[in-house]
């Protein structure tokens, strides 16, 4: 006979009106012949009884260790255990799953981990209806519902994705011996706040509930070392599979395609090439690297969630303070013009202010209307490196003129105008004669990857751009009146 423990009373069962877990359907397969053929039953709970104050639901023997405690052949502790044991599990569960997909009884099941009783040697696989394994893990202790379910479930994902979503963290389990995502609070994580005098807690969000939403934060970011790296030696197909669904930010894997599931060996060595001794120091590193990046990146992330309130509050206050100061940067702005300089010397100052950020040199070059869109681009790239710098202690952004053409640090910026030619048809780039002139810019702007296609990752790139520039002469000074431009991209 199969118990289900509730971890209800009598009064309490009946007052959550729990006997509806009568009802429901669970499935029990048994594989039959060759890999992924099954022959599959329904399974329904039997009855009700009491087990030292505690009601259990109970239902009919189907074959291997099927219990709750230790010892169980729930798909989440088998993990935990013998290599070769843990994969040969997670692959029946697999090819269980995929025979369910297309029956109406794979929506009555849950894809959870702890909510599937695996029988090797029966080559046997139980799935107890959703709800009663839920309630029966519950009852175990706080985090055991997330330690056997939510963290091996993506919370966006639904039908089959979801099953290659979980499967795939089994197998970063099975592979690299830890499981992707943990239950335990981050480092970072706010702690309760306590009533002064009392040492009673204020806020009303558990531990649990704090956890968990760390969980959640982990599992939409996927964050983590690339399975190559924490797997060394692992079968490239299985890398790349485990990397596509979990890692969502792991190196060449954003743009991916998905790859369908390969054929893994049973034999868990099978599926591992021995490295040498020498290429594991470099592989170390390199995971060293990459878990340093991810810290930094997640920390600088939800630093920003937590204090967002703050942030708005000195958006607000900058937003004040620019009010308040305008009239004094408008002097600023005035005390430094474009008197006295040539139109060439106009346009030599307008361009190479890009690299440098300076945002009040090319409004001074240029008139009311001419390069807003550069100036609105430059002075924004401007708060946010002076935001970051604050944050990180570092340089953020590296002058185009400055660079020499090799990667760049991480989360680090190149930008700027490089290789500056200018024509002036009939002349008036001394500025001999006052009026309007005309002027051809051929330039390369050097942004990074999301300025021109929107996406996360990615080092700088040139764009290739011509400007015709007309300049005027008011108020005894040479300024940029007009920009036409095209870009060669």
């Not at 309130?309 to 005035?334: D, M, N, P, R």
Request: hydrophobic share 40%.
């Amino acid at each position: 006979m199969v118990t289900f423990s509730t971890g209800l009373s009598a009064a309490e069962f009946a007052k959550q009106k729990q006997s509806y877990l009568l009802t429901l359907c669970g499935v029990v397969l048994r594989e039959q012949g060759g890999v992924g053929t099954f022959s599959c039953e329904e399974w329904r709970a039997d009855g009700v009884k009491e087990e030292n104050g505690i009601m259990a639901v109970y239902g009919r023997n189907v074959g291997g260790a099927v219990s709750m405690g230790p010892g169980s052949g729930r798909l989440d502790a088998l993990l935990e255990g013998d290599r070769d044991t843990a994969l040969s599990a997670a692959l029946l569960w697999k090819a269980g799953l995929d025979f369910l997909r297309d029956k109406m009884l794979f929506e009555s099941i849950s894809a959870a981990p702890c909510a599937a009783f695996v029988g090797l040697a029966e080559r046997t696989l139980f799935f107890p209806p959703r709800d009663l394994v839920r309630i029966a893990v519950e009852s175990e202790g706080g985090t055991a519902w997330l330690s056997g379910a939510k963290r091996w479930m993506h919370p966006d994902k639904r039908g089959a994705d979801a099953v290659d979503w979980t499967f795939a963290a089994c197998l970063y389990r099975v592979f690299a011996g830890v499981a992707p995502f943990s239950v335990a609070p981050p480092d970072d994580a706010p702690k309760p706040k306590k009533a002064p005098h009392t040492g009673h807690r204020t806020d009303h969000r558990s531990d649990i509930h704090t956890i968990e939403d760390a969980l959640s934060g982990d599992l939409r970011e996927g964050v983590l070392v690339p399975a190559a790296l924490a797997a060394p030696g692992l079968r490239e197909d299985i890398a790349r599979f485990i990397d596509t669904h979990i890692a969502r930010n792991a190196p060449g894997t954003k743009l991916a395609v998905m790859p369908s599931c390969p054929r893994i060996d049973n034999d868990y060595a099978k599926n591992i090439t021995p490295v040498p001794p020498e290429s594991l120091a470099a592989v170390a590193a390199r995971r060293e690297e990459i878990e340093q990046q991810n810290r930094k990146r997640i920390g600088r992330k939800r630093f920003l969630v937590r204090n967002k309130t703050l942030i708005k509050g000195v958006a607000a206050g900058v937003v004040i303070a620019g009010l308040v100061i305008g009239s004094f940067v408008q002097a600023q702005l005035e005390r430094w013009s474009t008197k006295g300089l040539t139109p060439a010397q106009v346009v030599e100052q307008y361009y190479g202010a890009f690299g440098n950020l300076d945002h009040e040199t090319m409004s001074a070059c240029a008139g009311k209307d001419a390069g807003k869109a550069d100036i609105e681009m430059v002075a924004n790239l401007f708060v946010i490196a002076k935001m970051r710098e604050a944050y990180e202690q570092k340089r953020t952004v590296i002058n185009a003129q400055d660079w020499d053409g090799t990667a760049p640090p991480p989360d680090t910026t190149v930008f700027g105008v490089v290789d500056l030619a200018v024509d002036w048809p009939g002349g008036g780039e001394t500025g001999d004669t006052e009026g309007d002139v005309t002027a051809k810019a051929r330039y390369g702007l050097v942004v990074p990857q999301s300025f021109v296609d929107g996406s996360e990752n990615g080092g700088p790139v040139r764009v290739s751009r011509e400007d015709a520039l007309r300049l005027q002469w008011r108020k005894n000074r040479w300024r940029i009146a007009g920009i036409e431009r095209r870009d060669n991209r």
